[in-house]
């Protein structure tokens, strides 16, 4: 199965083509932990989350990088308004953002590398840039020198004068160009800061990705994908290309991937406008399925308008899909392979097609054994628990007789309203020596062929 992925680098939809058939890497830019994560925090992490499940399916080895920023002027500001050491914010706030993309059902990255355990690797990764001549030190900070790298602008497509506009005019008299941008920069005593070949300091931002990167996947390797929200391209993702063609003479990343950004009824989310959804509130009122949901529900690359109908929708399928699912067992058998869903999700990720596709599938899956079978394992595919897994049987061996087991049940049934709990004791045991799995609810005893 090919994957086909629209890249940012040559803006056009490519064959997914890795540096090894059997291996793919891919990083995505993590969380600055300082605050509660939004629906937009959610949004950069399940575009993701789906890919990564789809190159899963693909791929026999995926190596999955997702970092923590750790390090940062706005954790070091919302420290001192606590007046508490800036690694407690940062340590709560990771422990909450880890703790809501799983409660979204987001699977943990391979690697989760947090810029306070990789300093040493940031100041090596550094060096390499100095000695290969492509940064200076001016008045303790080291900067990258953007005249020196001819490509600068490769990612973003923009000009000389449009990349003036999009970096804060700084007019910092110790950067060359201001275009130019720091690689490491000094930190007053009372502030949070490691000894470094130029000084007490810390790094900055652009330069923590490439630097876990290459820590990970090593100098002489080229990245396979790299993601992140589409407001990072520039300057932070032209910044991280500049660093890792400097620092190594391997191409830095092959495929570029970015997501559009989330809008509350139209505008963009801000604390002055009072709009902001996290996504620990909604998860008080809607389960992680209806989010998920709704976060995929408009095209990744375009930005996804957040409105109450958005999320009332989205829930509203995926209760129609939990009753289906829930009403009846079914033999998934053959059936179970979701490949349709992966081929819809190998053409650039297209998840409104995939809703369309489920949404057809649930016409009619009440009588259907193979679409209700292709329902469950697609949203099973792209992380919406509409089933608890036990419901489903797994495909029985021939020597299993689904009468038989149905008669034993309803006997131990029998026995059990009747008092005689030996009997039903020992129908459990014979059905457990038939690998059966039984469990009782309220209502009623379901099974499961379990050989493990
Ligand atoms: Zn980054």
Redesign the pocket.
Known sequence: MTIKIFNTLHKKKEDLITIRDDRVSM?V??PTVYSYPHIGNARAAIIPDILFRLLKSSYKEVIYIR?I?DVDDKIFDAAKKENIPFNEISEKFTKIYQNDMSALNILEPTFQPKVTDNIPSIISTIKKILDNGYAYISDEHVIFDTQKYNKYGELSKRSLDEMLDGVRIDVADYKNSPRDFVLWKPSKENQPGWDSPWGYGRPG??I??TSMIKSIIGDDTTLDIHG?GND?IFP??EN?IAQGSCMSEIKYCNYWFHNGIVLVNRKKMSKSLGNVILVNDLLKKYSSSTIRLALISAHYRQPLNWMDSTVTEANNLVKKFTSLANSRQLDIGEYDEPSEAINILSDDLNTPEIIKYLSALAKNAKTNDKDMASLIASCNFIGLNILDTSHVKRELPSNINVKKIDQLIKERLAAKKAGDYTKADEIRDKLSSMSIEIKDSKDNTSWQYNPD
């Open positions: 990083y830019c993590g970092n920023t931002w652009h923590e990705c992140g990072l932070h993702h991280e």
